[in-house]
């Protein structure tokens, strides 16, 4: 257990100390275990059966393969490895210590928020201050925001007029943490101008870990959304779920805490001491290290069920191929009768309840994402722009080489890509969002975000791949210039059909992720107590692969589906939203750029800055550091000097303290054309569930088959600046390929638990490791 410091004074003055109220608690009614246990029971049942049915539709879909169109543009295989997306000062406000200092932050290429004591102390390798994992994270800018939330956690709790607020901000421009269950980080910088940007940063952060179960998995994501779904809806939970966010182990402990937080809140609540701001202040205390004994039970059990799955995973494989065919055969012969009982209900509710709703849902998903990726569009024309533009004025390829150092971050820019992200900022689902039990449209917002951010990567590493292979044609400045400008109407071209068959799949997918949970919950009453019955259809050897419930979802799934399909295609034929028509397709277009993009990647410094090519690994990583870096703000002086404001005397570094670069950094395998998991936050099915659905004739599609084929990149008929599509068969968008943000740090010497002690310095200051 965490060891607390004093945290209220009693009515007698005694002190009431975090460490006595949970031993007190704990031994009382031990909820935290038992709770825990049992959710994780349930949940592990619910795995093992859904992770049977991710192995067989992911062997089908290898057999069968109903792919899609391969995308036009490129995918960078590792995007920004050993690279620095942001570092900065800023303002912390230590809790232990109830002071503000001054802390060096760093945001490496998986996205983990690392603060060190200063920037001479990150130079040297030391040991960083606190490691954060995002996920689950809100950015607060005001401090008036951060008190509502407080006040409405801990209900009946409210500081008196005059009282001090939990919080104070030495500036006007706060920046908070925010999380319902684990602790909170504020911080402060000094104008605007510095919030705009880190707002900015800690999205992308956020925005980054939310997305953290990982899209390469071909079985173990989709049997662990599924599972979560099934839990939750076994709770008559139905709908999105804000808190699917952050790897397997954080989404599972979410999971937890939602049911043990009322528990909690009632049983300790009325037992904390003190005023009304040190109340909070204990409640935050106490909730943080609940979510830490949480986490650490959840990760063991997880981590057992998982490895169970895998031991077992060789001999169902070898059944699953050696009876496909009697497998499919008993599946669907299941779904008949499934669908033969449920289909004419879920007609009824489409057309009632549904169907008048859809073209409204659409144009509401459409024209935020549009603009956004309209916006993705025109930043990537006007960088390349302006860089054509410099190299006639200034010439050289060494200005070349320095312009595409920094192209090549583009994606990874959190603020030139602000303006592209801010556009989904306007998505409003109105009278639609209680309707259909939509908890929060931010789920929408950051999956379209995260496919900004992809496609702009994919076009920038494109063009650089063209650009690499055609420098060694060139004759002079002009030859450049022209080839850069040939390269950017080509990228654009392709980009223009990859961004509209993305943002169809993605129209799809979030239709059916506000509309099934809502009608899985109407038919509930009339559908689901007579299951059970369609168990004895099932040959008992198969019953690993095939599910009543998820035929049954499947079966829901289609009866609205001819209406999505054909809601998307209508819109397609709008030039507004620049999509361009399912009948226009291309086929692998440019097949030799493809075969360019498996070469070694391209490292623009070193290829061509005349560096020896035997660079000491120590010379590389302090030329990151110094030069790599997306955004550097800070000129090597800590800014905020004589403000007034308290700043921290760096600490003497502690003997074997130091941490190597990239410790508990660990990294993803490349993205895959797999479907792709749910939306993170959506508690629904995906689109890709689509291609192995009960059928309703031999073979479905969940695409409308293509009228004709253009064998080249100029589109057929779409005006220029217009965007084009084509059919995707639940194929996914590769995402990037970082997802696990740096649970932990391991010091020379043994691991460090995410539940260790907090290590003290003279300051009271902790080495802290979040996950």
Not at 334 to 350: D, G, M, N, Q, T
Not at 441 to 446: A, E, I, L, P
């Amino acid at each position: 257990m965490p060891k607390a410091a004093p945290y209220a004074k009693g009515s007698s003055g005694e002190v009431v100390s975090l460490d006595l109220i949970l031993c007190d608690f704990f031994s009382y009614r031990s909820p935290t275990w038992e709770k825990t246990g049992k959710v994780l029971g349930e949940f592990c049942r619910c795995y093992k059966e859904q992770y049977g049915v991710a192995l067989f539709n992911s062997v089908r879909y290898e057999i069968e393969g109903n792919g899609g169109p391969q995308a036009q543009l490129l995918h960078r295989k590792v995007p920004l490895e050993d690279h620095v997306i942001y570092s900065g000062n800023l303002f912390q406000y230590i809790e232990e210590n109830k002071k503000w200092r001054n802390r060096f932050c760093v945001v490496p290429h998986n996205y983990g928020l690392v603060l060190y004591e200063n920037k001479l102390a990150y130079e040297r390798d030391l040991s960083p201050r606190v490691l954060v994992n995002s996920a689950g994270y809100k950015i607060l800018t005001s401090v008036d925001q951060y008190l509502e939330l407080v006040n409405n956690s801990l209900p009946g709790v409210t500081p008196k007029s005059g009282q001090s607020p939990i919080l104070k901000c030495p500036t006007d421009f706060p920046l908070i943490l925010w999380h319902p269950y684990a602790r909170h980080y504020y911080f402060c910088v000094m104008t605007g101008k510095e919030q705009e940007k880190w707002r900015a940063v800690f999205q992308d952060c956020v925005r980054h870990c939310n997305n953290g179960i990982s899209e390469d998995s071909k079985v173990e994501a989709p049997a662990f959304t599924d599972a979560v779904r099934m839990y939750r809806q076994s709770k008559e939970q139905y709908g999105t779920w804000d808190m699917l966010c952050g790897n397997e182990t954080q989404v599972l402990s979410n999971l937890v805490m939602e049911e043990l937080l009322p528990e909690l809140r009632t049983t300790i609540g009325p037992r904390l001491k003190g005023k009304a701001q040190e109340r909070q202040r204990t409640w935050i205390q106490i909730s943080d290290a609940v979510y830490r004994m949480v986490y650490e039970q959840t990760k063991a059990q997880y981590d057992a069920v998982t490895a169970k799955c895998e031991q077992e995973r060789p001999q169902m494989e070898s059944t699953i191929r050696t009876d496909m065919d009697q497998i499919i055969t008993s599946k669907e012969h299941l779904a008949s009768k499934i669908r033969a009982f449920v289909l004419p209900k879920a007609e009824i509710c489409v057309r009632n309840h549904v169907q008048p709703y859809i073209s409204s849902i659409l144009e509401a998903l459409m024209t935020p994402t549009s603009q956004g990726f309209a916006e993705v569009r025109e930043v990537f024309f006007k960088e390349v722009t302006d860089m054509n533009m410099n190299i006639v004025n200034e010439g050289g390829l060494e200005k070349l080489v320095e312009y595409m150092e920094k192209l090549s971050h583009l994606a990874f820019h959190p603020v030139k890509m602000q303006s592209c992200y801010e556009k989904m900022d306007q998505l409003k689902l109105e009278g639609l969002q209680q309707r259909f039990d939509v908890s929060s449209t931010s789920v929408f917002k950051q999956r379209a975000q995260i496919h900004m951010r992809q496609q702009m990567d994919d076009a920038v590493y494109t063009f650089e791949t063209l650009l690499h292979q055609e420098l060694g044609k060139l004759q002079g400045k002009d030859d450049l210039c022209k080839s850069i400008q040939r390269i950017l109407e080509r990228v654009l071209k392709k980009y223009d059909y990859d961004s509209s068959t993305v943002r169809k799949k993605f129209f799809r997918e979030a239709l059916l992720q506000i509309t099934i949970p809502f009608l899985l919950k109407k038919l509930a009453p009339t559908c689901k107590g007579e299951l059970a019955k369609f168990q004895e259809l099932i040959f008992e050897d198969f019953a690993s692969f095939i599910l009543v419930e998820n035929t049954y979802e499947e079966v829901v799934l289609q009866s609205v589906m001819k209406d999505i399909m054909q809601a998307v295609k209508e819109a397609a034929v709008q030039r507004k939203h620049n999509l361009y028509r399912d009948s226009m397709v291309m086929h692998n277009s440019d097949p030799n750029l493809h075969l360019l993009g498996e070469g070694i990647p391209i490292d623009w410094g070193e290829e061509y800055s005349g560096q020896p090519e035997a660079e000491p690994d120590t010379d590389k990583r302090r030329r990151a550091k110094q030069v790599v870096s997306v955004i550097q703000d800070d000129e090597g002086v800590l800014p905020y000097e004589g403000d007034g404001v308290h700043r921290a005397t760096p600490a003497s570094p502690t003997p074997g303290a130091e941490v190597p670069p990239g410790a508990g950094v660990q990294q993803a395998a490349p993205a895959s054309s797999m479907p792709a998991s749910p939306v993170p936050g959506a508690d629904v099915l995906s689109e890709s569930r689509v291609q192995h659905a009960a059928p309703a004739s031999p073979k479905p599609r969940a695409d409308v088959p293509s009228e004709a084929k253009v064998p080249h990149d100029t589109p057929a008929s779409p005006a220029p600046g217009a965007e084009t599509s084509s059919p995707s068969a639940g194929t996914a968008c590769p995402q990037p390929s970082d997802k696990e943000t740096g649970e932990e740090v391991a010091p020379p010497g043994g691991e460090c638990s995410p539940l260790q002690p907090m290590s003290t310095t003279e300051s009271g200051e902790g080495v802290q490791t979040e996950f």
